[in-house]
DNA sequence: ATGAAAGCGCTAACAG
DNA sequence: CTGTTAGCGCTTTCAT
């Protein structure tokens, strides 16, 4: 395996790199190069298992056919999937991936940016922690091909992918309101995301166009990232008040899955006593007990648009390719909601 | 956000070139270029927000800090857990990830890690498919630095990650003969992958041991890509022979999820009539109908071992490292068994 | 203490 | 049809 150049080979062809360059990347006919030379090239590259420096290359050519990927945690399966279709989708069109995680911190996700632009990614794909307005405009500005997915900053004109985040709760509570629940509850994570603020609104609208009360202490927003400890307290608090709810609609499936630990603990009866249901799904919510009803998001949709968009702003194909993505969700309807 | 090259900050600043690039990498004082002008440099840069372009210095450097992680598939929440601890403790190293998945094919798998030298990566962590063992041995004959994670080749002496499944699976089996399970079954993939022979043998081994007799035809593989399908088939011919099974162990968490779902259909009471219990498992497990025992495989460490000990050959630091690893698995019990 | 110059491997005008 | 040549942006030896 020792490692060949290209100058090797044109050396050992007695041929011009020039030569050998242009046939090794498809362009020997357009060249008028002869088929017999072009054979010769082809085949000795392959013999040799001639391998390009990309790093070379792609400082030559000042691009580097790699879609960087900029999402919270890979560890967070709604994450990994998105990842896994990027993937597929941006390899079916040429491009390699490079991930990073930000962890939900904004300056991470800059840092993460930056570093990416370093490593001359040509695109980016971005589920921002929706707090770095600035360096989003600055990638506007210089011009450079990103799609936001997941989230999307909506003061910004970007290109983006996202669900309908109102449309998914107002859903999800009218399935509620129609298997005969009045009283509501509805566990958030403590964000300013757009999405989780769309999730909110939809929840809302939804008991308030039934022409039922909104209450407003059976809403409750807890830390993400000490979620289980809060959701104690919030459980607690909206099972024990007079108050007391009887379904409750979470926003996320950590906090869905957190939320019926801490409901069996108690002893609440699910669906009887509290019906639940959950925006988003872990692998096996349709084995838990009871099955958790849940709002599905179209992971592959948004991994695939995204690429699709991204790579189409890249190489500048097609203008009037829809830049805006707003997919609509599925309700996977399940036992935990009594239906 | 103009873009600022090393010979712009030179000029701008009337030196060379090399004062500056020596600064930045932080080689100023050993050759003694004065305090004020490396500040000089340094707050200039930082004011223009200089950016090295990666490539250029890749190149220049023959190396590019970044680590190449090829895994089977980022969607399996096992890999994805796998893919955020290497993430991070490269982070702390000082390297930055690139992933890309096989999809269990091992064509796939070789053009990735081609691809992957190509792009320059400094090492590489494979969970490989186990049919490389020709391109794996032109790794270690290259001298290329790489270590494998999860899978190893037991013919090739390798560094590598994994964890004892045959103890794991021994344990699991152990488990439930304790708690008095005498006809137990086992599902695993059709593999030639040395973990499902381990965890095989750790199962017969277990039943042996304990002067059990050991029943063929309660041991099941079945096709990975079409798993759903002939659970269904398998689960049924465990529970319907005469000689029906009390506990089927399930050699990985899909396995597991995919067999409960058919044992509930075919309304079995686990863990009553059939215990089940699951190597590694799936986010919601202990909130599946019954909680399912697992024996949980420790993601973090596999991760930061392998990281360690890659970068550790990298930078050549210290040959002493223990360069293989098998690290223990962890049984949680629940009530899956019935214990 | 600092700078000139060569080179990493590849691409692409441009000239023959 | 093919070769010469000049970069891409950064690092690094070797003089000064």
Same mark, same amino acid.
């Given at each position: ?39 010769? &090239? ?9 391998? $390009? ?18 999402? $919270?945690?890979?560890? /967070? ?7 896994? #279709? ?5 390899? !079916? ?17 800059? !840092? ?41 900053? $909506? ?14 709760? #107002? ?22 995301? !757009? ?57 996320? #499936? ?12 108690? /002893? &609440? ?16 919510? /349709?084995?838990?007990? $009871?099955? &958790? ?6 992971? /592959? ?11 189409? !702003? ?26």
């Amino acid at each position: 395996m020792k490692k060949i150049f290209l100058k090797d080979i044109a050396e050992a062809l007695d041929l011009s790199k020039t030569a050998v360059s242009l046939v090794l990347n498809g362009r020997g006919d357009e060249n008028k190069i002869s088929k017999e030379t072009q054979k010769r &090239i082809l085949d000795f590259a392959e013999q040799n298992s001639y391998r $390009p420096n990309q790093m070379a290359r792609g400082l030559s050519l000042g691009k580097s056919e790699t879609i960087g990927l900029i999402i $919270p945690n890979i560890s /967070d399966i709604f994450y990994a999937r998105i990842a896994h #279709h990027v993937e597929l989708r941006a390899k !079916e069109l040429g491009y390699n991936v490079v991930f990073s995680s930000s962890n939900e911190n904004s300056e991470t996700e800059k !840092e993460l940016i930056y570093s990416m632009l370093n490593r001359q990614v040509d695109g980016l794909i971005i589920a921002s922690t929706q707090k770095n307005q600035k360096d989003i405009l600055k990638l506007t500005e210089a011009g450079f091909p990103f799609v936001l997915i997941d989230r999307h900053y $909506p003061d910004i004109e970007t290109n983006y992918v996202i669900v309908d985040n109102f449309g998914g709760t #107002h859903n999800m509570t009218r399935h509620l309101l129609k298997n005969g629940r009045r009283k509501i509850g509805f566990i958030s994570i403590k964000s300013q995301l !757009e999405a989780m603020v769309q999730r909110r609104l939809g929840y809302e609208r939804a008991i308030s166009d039934e022409g039922f009360e909104l209450l407003k202490y059976h809403t409750k927003t807890i830390d993400r990232f000490n979620y289980q400890y809060e959701m104690k307290a919030a459980i607690q608090s909206m099972v024990q008040s007079e108050q007391r709810v009887d379904a409750i609609v979470f926003t996320t #499936h950590y906090l869905a899955a957190s939320g019926l630990r801490e409901l069996k603990l108690l /002893d &609440i009866k699910v669906p009887q006593e509290v019906a639940i249901i959950s925006f988003d799904e872990l692998g096996a919510f /349709d084995l838990v007990d $009871p099955p &958790i009803t849940s709002n599905k998001q179209p992971v /592959d949709a948004m991994g695939n648009h995204a690429v699709e968009i991204l790579v189409n !702003e890249i190489e500048k194909k097609n203008s009037m390719v829809d830049n805006k993505r707003v997919l609509r969700t599925q309700l996977l309807i399940r036992k935990s909601c009594g239906a």
